[in-house]
Every structure is written in C-alpha cells, then in structure tokens.
C-alpha cells in the first residue's frame, strides 16, 4: 500500500539554524511528492511539490528533492526563522488519493 | 478571493444526532475531498470527488456519506455520530489530479 513516514517531532531550533526534516514513502507507481505547512488555527498550505524523479522543489528558503532510489523527499532550510514555527507534512498523491505523514512541530525560538 | 469554505467552523453535538458539514470551494476545482486529522495520525482521507455525482472512498469512510449534486460544494454528512469522530475536518478541493490542493479552515467537532 501508500504510506508517508516522517520524522517524529516536536524539532525545537535556534533562529538561523539548519533544518531538515526527514521523509520517507512507499507507493506502487510513481507519485507526486508534497511537503504542506499548517500554522495555528489555519488548514493546510502548499510549501512545495515534486512530481517526478530527482525533481527538487523549493519555495520561500524550502528545498525538497524526490530521491527515487531512497524513496525519500527530506525538507531543508538553511536557516529558520521564528515565522517558520509551525506544523509540516510531508504527503504523497497517486492520483486521486493523497496520503499524509503525521506531522512534525517545528519551534524556531530567537 | 480564491478559497475553500467549511461551515461549521466548531460543533459540538451529542452521540446519534445526525449532522451535516458544508464545504464550498470557489474555483471552479474538479477534485474535491474530506480529510480527518487527529493526534500522532495526521490527515486521512474520508472520502473524495472527481465530479459532480463522483465520489470514492478514501481511506476512513465508515460513519460518513458524501455527496457532490454541484461542482462547488462537497458536503460531509454523519448519519450517527460517535464519539470516535471526535476530530479536525478539512475539507480540500484542485483543479484535477496533478495540481496542489487547497484546504479549508477546518471544523473541529466533539461528539459527547
């Protein structure tokens, strides 16, 4: 079956901090590749997406590469901010069906 | 303003009293689905909609109907409701299959 495994949180950084959360899938096919960002109160948001292999997404300081041979699409950022604090899901979609991982807490403290 | 609407944005009702949530999306989006997000678990889908009159099950399907009669709206009804259906809804639509999705606010419910 689909499944999204990522690293289990709650990840708390220094401002300017390196970060990386981890993620890994298993998917029959060749899906397309997600990380969202949920902040307090507020539904999901699309940080970005890969859709195909070796593909790197990236959006506002984010970069994720769909790594076939890994199965994984790890999220970085070279140095976080307070604003970044939030929840991030990694999530992958075969089509009509998206499959979520459960969320890592980040917490950027100045 | 492009965006996804759900109604109620809380609700708390009693176990058995049959219930309705309503989601709207404004885009004009062919894909629309309903998530439930709980504790350790994250998102799982309930159900989606490719199209008017179009609808599958996700992964969680059981206690819940859907419908889709018009392209805007994708409503999630709980005939009756337990206490286990205590949880986050989002309610999510996209253009097709190889676009992002867009999600609601969200409607947190409390079955007693």
């Known amino acids: 079956g689909n499944s999204v495994t990522q690293m289990e949180g709650p990840v708390t950084l220094s401002e300017e901090a390196f970060l990386t959360i981890n993620c890994t899938y298993t998917?029959?096919?060749?899906?397309?590749l997600f990380w969202y960002v949920q902040y307090p109160g507020e539904g999901l948001q699309l940080l970005l997406k890969a859709t195909k292999a070796d593909d790197k997404g990236s959006n506002k300081g984010f970069e994720a590469t769909y790594r076939k041979e890994t199965t994984s699409f790890h999220l970085e950022k070279g140095s976080v901010q307070v604003s970044d604090s939030a929840v991030y899901f990694c999530a992958l979609s075969t089509g009509n069906q998206f499959y979520f991982g459960t969320g890592t807490s980040l917490t950027v403290i100045p | 303003e492009a965006q996804v609407t759900q109604n109620p944005r809380y609700l708390i009702t009693v176990t058995g009293k049959k219930l309705t949530v309503t989601c709207s999306q404004n885009m004009n989006h062919e894909y629309m689905s309903w998530y439930r997000q709980d504790p350790g678990l994250g998102l799982r889908q309930i159900y989606y909609?490719?199209?008017?009159?179009?609808?599958d099950k996700g992964d969680v399907p059981e206690g819940y109907k859907v419908s889709r009669k018009e392209k805007r709206n994708f409503p999630l009804i709980l005939e009756s409701p337990s206490p286990n259906q205590t949880s986050l809804y989002f309610c999510a639509s996209r253009r097709d299959k190889s676009y992002e999705q867009y999600f609601g606010p969200g409607t947190r419910l409390t079955v007693t």
């Open positions: 998917a029959t096919g060749y899906p397309s």
């Open positions: 909609s490719m199209n008017v009159e179009v609808t």
